[in-house]
């Protein structure tokens, strides 16, 4: 199921040019690894952030979908 997040941009850089290259965050969710320009094949530690969005979405699940303001 897609996140809340999926769309937001990560920087993730090559540890061996350290070349940069922007993914969505839904991206990184489905790929293990990449190849830089330089054509190093990068491998993608996202245990943590997986982790990290899992709980935040399980927080943002717990704000009303609906606020009704009394003056």
């Known amino acids: 199921m897609p996140g809340i997040a999926d ?14 290259q922007k993914k969505t965050i839904g991206w990184v969710k489905v790929n293990e690894r990449f190849t830089c320009s330089s054509g190093h094949e990068v491998a ?5 952030l997986i ?5 935040v979405e399980r927080e943002l699940a717990k704000i009303p979908r609906k606020i009704t303001l009394k003056l």
């Open 51 to 55: 982790r990290g969005l899992d709980q």
């Open 44 to 48: 993608i530690r996202k245990d943590e």
């Open 7 to 20: 769309h937001a941009l990560i920087t993730i850089r090559c540890p061996k040019c350290r070349e940069e």
